[in-house]
């Protein structure tokens, strides 16, 4: 019998498991649904479902460097208890290697993809999610590249709560990137530079300060050289060259940077869960829960 796409749609909402296990179950079983769903509860794939309405916010960020490459990506979790899991980390690390090696497109190509042979990425988190009881998910990733002559600045901060990937162009100082990571995982600028920024953020910003100035009474003839002052103070704030060193506050990121000869190409900044609206459990009932699932 022909597997239908309606079929591993209807298989996919009544089990929560991946796309390619549905469609495998559902050609092992001849398109039988019950058997399917059998099919995937026997394979411990379909006990993922259980857990996919739940928040996964906690995680880790993690990086790999092999040669001229390089993946930040974050895994996340549901409680910071299991973010700190042997078997998480595994996870996580080979998660990292799988990308780094195949370099998928997209975090959709890379659930399809086979981390191991008739395995894909998708499979192996649900097993994952089996054996550790919790909802897991592979949330974001980028793979940044760099020639002979550059350097990879790599950082994990608590753990790889927050994690930063610089590329610094011009200097292989491994140690003077990772200086610029630890800034960047300090004071979260948005952007490298001023060239960056959007005309119209900039015009944003420009029209708000107008505003502010003229409504704390200041003469117009003053608020353009004000606004621009201030315009200044913004671009100190969101890119990070124009930020103040972290590691010495006498000096600029972009003094830091050229006297090492180097040019800060990019950067990748993760903060574990951010933007995704967070549980409000408190710290004794995550406790309460790690007890009750053993």
Aim: contains cysteine; negative net charge; proline residues 1%.
């Amino acid at each position: 019998m022909a597997v239908t796409a309606q079929m591993v749609k209807e298989l996919r909402e009544k089990t929560g498991a991946g796309m390619m296990d549905c469609k495998k179950a559902l050609t092992e079983t001849n398109g039988d649904l019950d058997k399917a769903i059998d099919f995937l509860r026997e394979k411990g794939i379909s006990s993922a479902a259980k857990k996919a309405d739940r928040v996964a916010a906690e995680g880790s960020t993690f990086i790999a460097v092999e040669g001229n490459e390089a993946v930040i990506l974050e895994v996340n979790s549901e409680t910071d208890f299991v973010a700190k899991n042997e078997g998480f980390q595994t996870l996580v690390k080979e998660l990292a290697s799988h990308i780094l090696a195949t370099k998928p497109a997209t975090v959709e190509e890379a659930h399809t993809s086979n981390i191991t042979e008739g395995t894909t990425v998708e499979a192996h988190i649900n097993a994952a999610i089996a054996k550790i009881g919790e909802k897991l998910s592979l949330r974001r990733f980028e793979i940044k590249t760099k020639t002979d002559n550059d350097a990879f600045g790599a950082y994990l901060h608590m753990g790889g709560r927050i994690g930063v990937l610089t590329v610094l162009e011009g200097t292989t100082d491994e140690s003077a990137a990772k200086d610029v990571a630890m800034h960047i995982a300090a004071l979260n600028p948005k952007y490298v530079s001023r060239d960056q920024v959007s005309q119209e953020e900039v015009a944003h910003e420009r029209e708000v300060l107008t505003q502010q100035a003229l409504n704390e009474g200041k003469p117009a003839n003053i608020v353009e050289k004000m606004v621009e002052g201030r315009l200044g103070k913004y671009f100190e704030d969101v890119c990070a060259l124009d930020q103040s060193f972290v590691k010495n506050p006498d000096q600029k990121v972009r003094q830091f940077v050229e006297s090492k000869g180097a040019t800060l190409r990019e950067f990748v900044r993760y903060e574990v869960g951010e933007g995704i609206e967070k549980r409000e459990d408190n710290f004794a009932e995550e406790v309460m829960n790690q007890v009750n699932k053993k």
